[in-house]
């Protein structure tokens, strides 16, 4: 059996400090692998996030699935009607079309890395980066941006969600390691 050849045009590595890095408005975000270098199989991301930082709102992806693996810290994740907490080395599952968000579950910083399949909603990310984060951005962009990326949000469900879980929305920058 013959090796496969490899091209430097094949290979992809993603150094600790590579990647493009921003802030969505409660977590951040690190761009490791897009939908190009996939060949839009998946993307990742890396999201650092603050103590008891919520991530988002309730919402549900209609045209991906998402893996969380814990790197660093504790992560809560309600994930339709079930809560669970996950440490490092830990994978946490949401399937589209599923209600689901998450959150740092504890009082140091928690990392993750995002598996995204298939890639492209990594421009969801990228986009709501260039308008200032999810707190800054025009409603109406937002709303449109989640039409275009098949994302629902439940903004009304944060309150609730800070109340029960003991979280804070937004949450503060944290540096990518």
Same mark, same amino acid.
């Given at each position: 059996?013959?090796?496969?050849?490899?091209?430097?045009?094949?290979? !992809?590595?993603?150094?600790?400090?590579?990647?493009?890095?921003g802030?969505?408005?409660?977590?951040?975000?690190?761009?490791?692998?897009?939908?190009?270098?996939?060949?839009?199989?998946?993307? $990742?991301?890396? !999201?650092?996030m603050?103590?008891?930082?919520?991530?988002?709102?309730?919402?549900? !992806?209609?045209?991906?699935?998402?893996?969380?693996?814990?790197?660093?810290?504790?992560?809560?994740?309600?994930?339709?009607?079930?809560?669970?907490?996950?440490?490092?080395?830990t994978?946490?599952?949401?399937?589209r079309?599923?209600? !689901?968000?998450?959150?740092?579950?504890?009082?140091?910083?928690?990392?993750? $890395?995002?598996?995204?399949?298939?890639?492209?909603?990594?421009?969801?990310?990228?986009?709501?980066?260039?308008?200032?984060?999810?707190?800054?951005?025009?409603?109406?962009?937002?709303?449109? $941006?989640?039409?275009?990326?098949? $994302?629902?949000?439940?903004?009304?469900?944060?309150?609730?969600?800070?109340?029960?879980?003991?979280?804070?929305?937004?949450?503060?920058?944290?540096?990518?390691?």
């Amino acid at each position: 059996m013959e090796a496969a050849s490899v091209t430097t045009s094949d290979v !992809h590595v993603v150094g600790p400090g590579d990647g493009k890095a921003g802030f969505l408005g409660s977590i951040g975000v690190r761009f490791m692998v897009d939908s190009e270098a996939s060949g839009g199989g998946f993307s $990742l991301v890396e !999201h650092p996030m603050s103590s008891r930082a919520l991530a988002a709102p309730l919402h549900r !992806h209609l045209n991906e699935d998402e893996y969380s693996y814990v790197l660093e810290g504790q992560v809560g994740a309600l994930l339709g009607d079930e809560v669970v907490t996950a440490g490092p080395g830990t994978l946490i599952y949401k399937p589209r079309n599923q209600w !689901h968000t998450f959150w740092n579950a504890g009082d140091a910083p928690a990392r993750i $890395l995002e598996i995204i399949s298939p890639a492209g909603f990594e421009q969801f990310f990228a986009q709501v980066v260039e308008l200032g984060g999810i707190m800054k951005a025009d409603p109406q962009r937002l709303g449109e $941006l989640s039409a275009q990326y098949g $994302l629902e949000m439940d903004p009304s469900s944060v309150p609730s969600l800070i109340e029960r879980f003991g979280l804070r929305f937004p949450g503060e920058p944290v540096a990518a390691s």
